[in-house]
T-cell receptor, first 115, second 113 residues
Framework: KQEVTQIPAALSVPEGENLVLNCSFT??????LQWFRQDPGKGLTSLLL?????REQTSGRLNASLDKSSGRSTLYIAASQPGDSATYLCAVHLSNSNSGYALNFGKGTSLLVTP | DAGVIQSPRHEVTEMGQEVTLRCKPISGHNSLFWYRQTMMRGLELLIYFNNNVPIDDSGMPEDRFSAKMPNASFSTLKIQPSEPRDSAVYFC???????????FGPGTRLTVL
């Protein structure tokens, strides 16, 4: 079973700092990787989707990278703002057809950006 | 588009009662997923449908759980009988094709007393 680990579990930074969230996975045979944001009591909002053939995706102040061979992805947030405070989840889609469809989630990094 | 719609948003019930959660996927999306989120286990995939057909229900915890998708715009997740350990937030998600970006609903917070 694909194991997805996110480090750190929690992070607190002052406003304006650039930060990196980490995601690692044990099976490199992935189809794609998706980063989500979850606000307290809310559903998940998709931030970025990286296909296995890609190395990075950018959206505004967010940049996600993917290194399949090492089983790692990072989410870079530039010039953090208090509104970025949320839990960020990494989810990996396996490409092994024997597993059927499987989107495995990490447990998330809880981010607090202080004014 | 209104996004994925789930109802009810909150459900409080007593042990042994039947619970039905509802989901309306985004129009035009062909795949639908049911997840459960708890503090201990995080997000877990329960079951998914492709073109209204259940593909993999191996994540369904017990026979007390069942899911249906009678048409492309509606799905239900039923728990009968419910137990306190079923308390969690249940999410529905949909995607245009099974390997595309997933879009989540707001979730149903279930509390079984």
């Amino acid at each position: 079973k694909q194991e997805v680990t996110q480090i750190p579990a929690a992070l607190s930074v002052p406003e304006g700092e650039n930060l990196v969230l980490n995601c690692s996975f044990t099976d490199s045979a992935i189809y794609n990787l998706q980063w989500f944001r979850q606000d307290p009591g809310k559903g998940l909002t998709s931030l970025l989707l990286i296909q296995s053939s890609q190395r990075e995706q950018t959206s505004g102040r967010l940049n996600a990278s993917l290194d399949k061979s090492s089983g790692r992805s990072t989410l870079y947030i530039a010039a953090s703002q208090p509104g970025d405070s949320a839990t960020y989840l990494c989810a990996v889609h396996l490409s092994n057809s024997n597993s059927g469809y499987a989107l495995n989630f990490g447990k998330g990094t809880s981010l607090l950006v202080t004014p | 588009d209104a996004g994925v719609i789930q109802s009810p948003r909150h459900e409080v019930t007593e042990m042994g009662q039947e619970v039905t959660l509802r989901c309306k996927p985004i129009s035009g999306h062909n795949s639908l997923f049911w997840y459960r989120q708890t503090m201990m286990r995080g997000l877990e995939l329960l079951i998914y449908f492709n073109n209204n057909v259940p593909i993999d229900d191996s994540g369904m915890p017990e026979d007390r759980f069942s899911a249906k998708m009678p048409n492309a715009s509606f799905s239900t997740l039923k728990i009968q009988p419910s137990e306190p350990r079923d308390s969690a937030v249940y999410f529905c998600a949909s995607t245009m094709t099974i390997d595309n970006e997933q879009f989540f609903g707001p979730g149903t917070r279930l509390t079984v007393l």
